[in-house]
């Protein structure tokens, strides 16, 4: 999913989607997209049951640049969560294109 997608879907309110970060930690206090659930990709696997809750929504996944997004959306989809994308560009995307107000790093 670009990040004007994901714009227009948050500006419209939709809550068939849940916005997923997996960047570590010290990122997230640095920078995030709200509202969105933090698991860093790492604990991935063991924090799994805490999506349980929203299997049946579209997980939107989102990292710095897009690549531990990725890996994240392949380990959902392995663990057969039914709809889950990939934010292309990541936070690094959404600073530039969305919210300038996000900061860069």
Same mark, same amino acid.
């Given at each position: 999913?670009?990040?004007? %997608? $994901? #714009?227009?879907?948050?500006?419209?309110?939709?809550?068939? *989607?849940?916005?997923?970060?997996?960047? @570590?930690?010290?990122?997230?206090? *640095? #920078? $995030?997209? /709200?509202?969105?659930? *933090?698991?860093?990709?790492?604990?991935?696997?063991?924090?799994?049951? %805490?999506?349980?809750?929203?299997?049946?929504?579209?997980?939107?996944?989102?990292?710095?640049? !897009?690549?531990?997004?990725?890996?994240?959306?392949?380990?959902?989809?392995?663990?057969?969560?039914?709809?889950?994308? @990939?934010? /292309?560009? !990541?936070?690094? #995307?959404?600073?530039?294109?969305?919210?300038? /107000?996000?900061?860069?790093?």
């Amino acid at each position: 999913m670009e990040v004007v %997608e $994901l #714009a227009h879907k948050m500006r419209q309110e939709h809550d068939d *989607f849940v916005l997923l970060d997996v960047r @570590n930690p010290p990122e997230r206090e *640095f #920078a $995030l997209i /709200e509202p969105s659930r *933090f698991i860093p990709l790492h604990d991935l696997y063991e924090r799994v049951d %805490e999506l349980q809750d929203v299997r049946d929504k579209t997980i939107i996944v989102y990292c710095h640049s !897009g690549i531990r997004s990725m890996m994240a959306t392949q380990i959902l989809q392995q663990l057969d969560f039914p709809s889950v994308e @990939n934010l /292309e560009g !990541g936070i690094d #995307a959404w600073s530039c294109e969305v919210d300038s /107000e996000v900061p860069r790093y």
